[in-house]
């Protein structure tokens, strides 16, 4: 996923979020919420590969 495509989902989220606020309608909660678990699985899957690229500096080096 490139920044252009994670910020065109956030930036639908933040919209869906603004809708659900003016409205307080179930189906923007519903797409609101929706939204923001799909940001947030993208924000760990990252962290998680992050984690994994990681050298633990207290594990020793095998050759």
Known sequence: MTAGQFADIVA???AAQKCY???R???SLEKSK???KKVDDIIAKR???QKG???NLFE???E
């Open 12 to 14: 639908e989220m933040r």
């Open 53 to 55: 690229k990681q050298l």
């Open 34 to 36: 929706e939204l923001e």
């Open 60 to 62: 020793e080096i095998k």
């Open 21 to 23: 606020f003016r409205t």
């Open 47 to 49: 962290e998680a590969m």
């Open 25 to 27: 309608s179930q189906k």
